[in-house]
């Protein structure tokens, strides 16, 4: 899906250490974006606890980040009858850029080379977007309670889809360390620097 990409911008798994770039992000969601990001109103200091936790051993998360910047969170929790949890916000100046598509397609990925059956999202019926996504990917989606759940089949792993992931990662660990460069560039954080006249 990063074909249906129409911003410039990389798709990479968050590291551990990470913890700043996805608070950041939850933080500038506008409240509606919020609220249906975490199915209810919730403060700052709520989010900076969720997202302090929310790199553990038992989640795998990928940004899509603009000159550092994060701008889109795909989270993966994975649960103990061989399905993950998925949460996925965009911030509102990249919405309908294919984002949304990008980020889920790469958890799909994920989630297939860790032997997943499926993918389950959980939001509320007014996150057409969250439905749409579901959708586009296949998604079977059912009401109760005044939720909506969402569940997408993940195939079985094939070699070819360890290879994609290892390949993705690579390339995007590699053009990251790139934008963040340019980023820094434009922001003349780093000075270019030429030939020294010397004599």
């Known amino acids: 899906m990063l074909e249906d990409l129409t ?3 990389v798709i990479r798994k968050l590291y551990a250490w990470e913890t700043d770039l996805l608070t950041a992000h939850f933080l500038r969601l506008d409240p509606e974006t919020r609220r249906c990001r975490f199915a209810a ?3 700052d200091e709520t989010v900076v606890n969720y997202a302090g936790s929310a790199l553990g051993s038992d989640a795998v998360v990928h940004g899509f980040l603009i000159d550092g910047v994060m701008r889109g969170a795909a989270e993966l929790r994975l649960m103990a009858d061989r399905t993950g949890e998925v949460a996925v916000s965009v911030e509102d100046a990249w919405r309908l850029t294919g984002v949304g598509s990008a980020l889920f397609g790469r958890l799909l990925l994920t989630a297939r080379n860790r032997g997943l059956t499926g993918l389950v999202m959980t939001c509320l019926p007014s996150n057409r977007g969250m439905q749409r996504l579901a959708a586009r990917f296949d998604g079977t989606i059912t009401t109760a309670s005044g939720d909506s759940f969402a569940k997408v089949t993940a195939r079985p792993a094939t070699p070819l889809s360890f290879w ?3 390949v993705t990662d690579s390339a995007s660990a590699t053009a990251s360390v790139i ?3 340019m980023g ?3 922001d003349g954080t780093v000075a270019l ?3 020294r006249n010397e004599g």
């Open 164 to 166: 994609r992931e290892v």
């Open 179 to 181: 934008d963040r460069q």
């Open 193 to 195: 620097r030429g030939p």
């Open 184 to 186: 820094l560039l434009r």
């Open 41 to 43: 109103g919730v403060s």
């Open 7 to 9: 911003t410039p911008g």
